[in-house]
């Protein structure tokens, strides 16, 4: 995605601003405009007015504004025409195996950077004498590509500056990690993305009924870049609709697959639990074929067990009537469910494993 | 003479029979310019294909319908050469990258920058941009996944993605914030009779009730399933009228009666004749995971209440033992093992009239 900044960027195939993804027409355009993370903006901000950078490595959860930053900040330094000579990106989606380390960024960053001109919309930015190469997602680059990048990154310090970008900063390796000046993105406060995405409404005209704002915000979960797609997609829905409706909070559950109150009390029911009493000796009597239909119902409205499992789990944990012990086995049976369906288990078997499982626990309390 | 399944699936978004709030939005959809990447998602045989063909449809008009049959070749990496069919009319092209295994991410990459890099040529097209269906998106591997997070951004103006999925489970957040995300669920038992009785109508007989109640029953929100049923319903006994048992597939039938042999005796002997049996459905091609799980259904329907929970565990501990190693009878067999285990237990607790029954599994 990112990879497609740089391209509308530079001079190229103009993309019809309609047909832009949100998420791309309102990146940030310089380090200042990026929502929360003062830490990190300050110290950048220093680099930038001294025109050196240290190697970077930017880690925390999806959404919170890395690739934006770092483009932002390639951006100020270089300028629009420098940028497609001076900055070198590589995401997931690009072959990143030990070959394309030793030949295309080795290549890249070999290359002595060329002097520089006066820049075309003739504002003059401080173009330091380096080139800058992102690594976006590095934590999924192997073990090797990531041992033949130290040497690298040594040897052609004068001239290149890496940019690593990731979820995970455990699976950089650790003489890569060291190497690099570390940056931690913090899950944006509601504040900050609450006024960013109002922005955006607005620019973009969008209407919604109260309170939808906020709704997107909550299940997106601090992942900025998740609230705008939904807002887009949202958009796109309604405005479609003849005559144009405000967006609804209904169409914000289904765009995001959430599934609803609903679904989730029916299986709290089965396991014999209810939100306002807790444990319900009489619902638990209901036995072994109520929860089975309970669980096939679910199936059958094509709800995905992953997100109800965890919708589950949200509903049942926090009850504060239900003793510890039945809540403590109710929760490793949630996890073992969560295991067996990430390994690739059978969506239907797995659930009702589980909330047999739970159904047995609260018995017991 | 085609089947009542294809014969009688509707054509254009007007025509389905159920879902009407979904295909009003799909059709305001279509209708402006904006189109996103859709993913939809839902049990098999609830009218996802229909669905998406008659999307498109309403974006291109009925040239989507002339469809021809391509065998492409790919080459992985490593040199391997990869034979994939792929379906496609001038504005949009279907490919299930799943068949090809591992290598699924060569397929995605190679194919659709193809697409997504030539425009489209015929002036008189009504959308400047191809569609690519994907199906069985949920089975492709993580690397294809992540291929496509890119390509689904950078060439957003010459082509649009509809990926067809049975859960969203598998498919990775990022792709899933990409699209946006229609769930088709199953037709509920009016719905489906509704279904039934206007495909008997366009047919010129009429269908009694009882008939109906036990094709939906038997299907269980497979509309699929409860048409071809109804055909082969039709077939043997023309006038569809008293107590119709409906016909079950072979290999259910064949599995209630390995069931039914697992319930009358729990030895090593008839664990040795079962294998035989099983081995003959798998050399049928019927799937282990589904072998497994259809026999643990059966066997939950014959046991008694006290133990179901348990068979359940053992069924999911063994199916998910499955995925993860190599070879699928082993596991099918170990499972039918310790349901003798568990069933000959409680039989002999039973004997003994000791009723503590130990549940901690």
């Not at chain 1, 309102?26 to 929502?35: A, C, E, G």
Request: glycine letters at 4%; proline letters at 5%.
């Amino acid at each position: 995605m990112s990879t497609f900044a740089s391209r509308s960027a530079a001079p190229g195939p103009s993309v019809d601003p309609k047909l832009q993804p949100w998420v791309e027409k309102y990146r940030p355009k310089t380090i200042d405009d990026v929502s929360s993370q003062e830490n990190t903006v300050a110290v950048l901000q220093k680099a930038l007015a001294s025109t050196n950078l240290p190697h970077m490595l930017f880690y925390g959860p999806p959404g919170t504004g890395k690739t934006s930053t770092i483009l932002a900040l390639a951006r100020q330094l270089f300028g629009p025409d420098l940028f497609r000579s001076r900055v070198l990106e590589l995401n997931a989606s690009d072959e990143r195996g030990i070959s394309v380390v030793r030949e295309k960024i080795k290549t890249f960053a070999r290359e002595t950077p060329r002097n520089v001109k006066l820049s075309s919309d003739g504002k003059t930015y401080p173009c330091p004498p380096f080139k800058l190469i992102i690594l976006d997602e590095a934590d999924s680059m192997t073990q090797d590509a990531q041992s033949a990048l130290r040497r690298i990154m040594e040897t052609y310090s004068r001239i290149t500056r890496f940019c690593l970008v990731c979820n995970y900063v455990t699976r950089i390796i650790d003489p890569v990690a060291s190497r690099c000046s570390k940056f931690r993105f913090r899950p944006l406060a509601q504040s900050s993305s609450q006024a960013r995405i109002e922005m955006i409404a607005q620019a973009e005209g969008v209407k919604t009924d109260d309170g939808v704002l906020e709704l997107i915000l909550n299940l997106a979960g601090g992942d900025l870049r998740k609230a705008i797609t939904y807002l887009q997609t949202a958009q796109r829905l309604h405005a479609a609709a003849v005559p144009p409706e405000p967006i609804s909070a209904i169409s914000i559950h289904e765009i995001s697959g959430v599934v609803p109150d609903e679904v989730i009390d029916s299986l709290l029911n089965a396991v014999g639990v209810t939100r306002e009493d807790g444990i319900s000796p009489a619902l638990i009597r209901g036995g072994f074929e109520t929860v089975r239909k309970a669980v096939k119902k679910i199936g059958r409205e094509g709800w995905s067990a992953g997100q109800v499992l965890e919708q589950f789990h949200d509903a049942l944990i926090p009850l504060a009537t239900i003793p510890a012990i039945p809540k403590s086995l109710a929760a490793i049976a949630v996890a073992e469910c969560d295991k067996a369906l990430c390994e690739g288990g059978d969506e239907e078997l797995q659930l009702l494993e589980c909330c047999l499982q739970v159904r047995h626990a609260m018995a017991r309390g | 003479m085609s089947l009542w399944v294809d014969k009688y699936r509707p054509r254009s978004l007007d025509d389905l029979h159920y879902h009407e709030a979904l295909s009003a939005r799909l059709k305001s959809l279509a209708a402006t310019g904006d189109f996103p990447h859709i993913l939809f998602y839902g049990p098999s045989g609830a009218g996802k294909k229909t669905r998406i063909m008659c999307v498109l449809r309403e974006l291109y008009g009925v040239g989507v319908e002339k469809l021809r049959i391509d065998q492409r070749v790919f080459v992985t990496p490593s040199n391997r050469k990869l034979d994939v069919n792929v379906v496609q009319s001038n504005y949009h092209i279907e490919l299930t990258p799943s068949d090809v295994g591992n290598y699924d991410r060569v397929v995605i990459q190679d194919i659709l920058k193809e697409i997504a890099q030539t425009q489209q040529v015929d002036l008189n097209a009504k959308q400047r941009f191809k569609v690519v269906i994907i199906n069985e998106a949920d089975a492709l591997t993580r690397d294809a996944q992540a291929a496509l997070r890119r390509t689904m951004e950078k060439y957003m103006t010459n082509m649009r993605l509809i990926l067809c999925a049975n859960s969203t489970s598998k498919i990775i957040a990022p792709i899933r914030s990409r699209c946006l995300l229609v769930r088709v669920a199953a037709p509920t038992d009016d719905e489906m009779s509704r279904v039934l009785h206007h495909v008997a109508k366009k047919e010129r007989f009429s269908l009694p009730d009882t008939a109906a109640q036990s094709i939906i029953s038997s299907s269980e929100g497979n509309l699929r399933k409860a048409l071809l049923v109804f055909e082969a319903m039709k077939m043997q006994k023309p006038d569809l009228s008293g107590s119709i048992d409906v016909a079950k597939p072979d290999w259910e039938t064949y599995i209630a009666t390995v069931a039914a042999a697992i319930m009358k005796e729990q030895s090593a002997q008839r664990l040795l004749e079962v294998r035989g049996k099983i081995y003959e459905l798998l050399s049928h091609c019927i799937p282990p995971g589904v072998v497994l799980k259809t026999l643990a259904e059966r066997l939950v329907d014959l046991v008694d209440p006290e133990i179901k929970p348990q068979v359940i565990h053992w069924a999911a501990y063994y199916e998910l033992r499955m995925r993860m190693g190599a070879k699928k009878i082993f596991h099918i067999e170990a499972f039918i093992a310790k349901f003798m285990m568990v069933q000959k237990n409680y039989l002999l607790q039973g004997v003994a009239q000791n009723m503590e029954m130990d549940m901690d599994f």
